[in-house]
């Protein structure tokens, strides 16, 4: 099949618009993480304050997003896109005049809780425009293949961010995160979205974002993922996300170990979701969860730093547990859930699946004073196996929909 033949994936336009802009701003924001943690440890940060500079851009994604769901279910989502992916690119953009080494590092973290609150807004609309730019049955293969080149841009971007570090500073690396939040914006803007299929006329703000919350609660299913995803994160990820530059930088001496590693789990992630995709899997749930306990090689690697290149392939590993994710979870969203509440159920999500993470963040550092970085590893990695176990045992988690009721 010839690639943009009609009824390919390719074919449709709007989908391919917002493939590109996907693909150039996360190349982007893949930098901006690299970039952030050599500014704080380069200023004299700690893990501790790391953690907290970090956190404040989840924070502030988790506070925001149901306001931001609401928003995206009533205006036009490429709208709020871009309205997200300008504001910033201001932020970041201002960044590379307020990080300098002798400012407090609450200017950084008041910068960082900015973006996060965009953040809430473009992630909610990025869901749930996909249903208004392609067919049902194409949704599964245009996740994975926006899901494959995010994975792919992430792969890059730390490349350059930590080449452009290298080279002319964490500041400056600011720029280019700029620069490229606001290029996507240009095709955004081209994409011709149909605003109204699906929707209905609205509803008082408070009503609209209770009926979102309810929509949640009436499908166990996808409580019960966000609930796991929610309590993992603050455990498991955010320890890893703090201490894994801390602990390759202190081990290898060089931050290279640091963007490796990252782009290392991002390969392993796209190769799991291509995998995924192809494979005809007849629980998606449970082999979804199955696969995501392959997380743990990461943290472990981290207790047992042995070498860089230990490091690095670890984390290739554990890049797999999150392809399935690509493949089945936002498809199912789509599916399972009505047109017209899907910016509110993606942005719940968001919400729900991160809304722990700056806590575990703040807490990253303190919890290596009280435990030691080894065993604190270990028991988190131990932790996510048996929250894996428990939440198989939900109704609606093994197929990621409801079981149909006998009569």
Known sequence: MKLFEAGSLWSFKGYRLFWFSSTIFVLGASAFPIALAVTVLDAGGTATSLGLILG????????????????????????????????RAVIVFTMVFI?????????????????????AFGNASAGAIMPSLLPDDKL???????????KSASIIGPGIGGASVFLIGGRLTFLFTAIAFALGTYFLAQIKEDINAGRK??????????????????????????AMSSIQLMVVIA????LLPVITRREFGTNSAFALSAAAFSVGGIISAII?????????????ILVWTLLVIAPLSLAFPISESFVVI????????????????S????????????????????????????????LAGPAVSLFGEKPLLIGASIFHIVICALVLLVPGVKDFRMPTKKA
């Open 56 to 87: 404040a851009r989840v924070l502030s994604g988790v506070l925001f997003a149901p306001i931001a769901g609401v928003w995206s279910d009533r205006l036009p989502r490429k709208q709020v896109m871009i309205i997200a992916d300008l504001s």
């Open 99 to 119: 990080s300098a080494p002798q400012l407090p590092h609450f200017w950084l973290a008041l910068a960082v809780f900015s973006m996060g609150v965009f953040d």
């Open 239 to 242: 320890a890893e996300t703090v």
């Open 276 to 288: 995924s995709v192809k494979l005809k899997v007849k629980h998606q749930g449970r082999f979804s």
């Open 331 to 362: 498809s199912a969203i789509q599916r399972e859930v009505p047109r017209e509440l899907q910016g509110r159920v993606f942005s719940i999500d968001h919400m729900g699946s991160v809304g722990l993470m700056p806590l575990g963040m703040a």
């Open 201 to 226: 006329e609205q509803e008082p703000f408070m009503v609209e974002l209770r009926e979102g919350m309810r929509t949640v609660r009436d499908i166990p299913w996808i409580g019960a993922v966000i």
């Open 140 to 150: 599964p293969a245009g996740n994975v293949a926006r899901g494959v080149v995010v």
């Open 314 to 329: 670890a984390y290739l590993l554990a890049g797999f547990s999150v392809g399935p994710w690509e493949a089945f979870w």
